[in-house]
């Protein structure tokens, strides 16, 4: 299985703009391993409702 994002990583963090999140739509400066918009939160409950995804996944 794939490992999570670690969001320790300041690669998933856009300091310079908030942009909408690609699940819930609303602002958000956190960024996914192919730099879409996303909450924390909202990656982890998109890969406990998609768990053979890799979308949020490195």
Do not use: I, Y
Request: with cysteine; net charge positive; hydrophobic share 30%.
């Amino acid at each position: 299985m794939a490992t999570l994002l670690d969001w320790r990583d300041n690669r998933h963090f856009d300091a310079a703009r908030d942009l909408p999140c690609v699940l819930c739509g609303k602002p958000t400066p956190m960024r996914s391993h192919d730099r879409e918009p996303v909450h924390k939160v909202c990656a982890k409950d998109w890969c406990d409702q998609n768990p053979r995804s890799n979308r949020f996944h490195n």
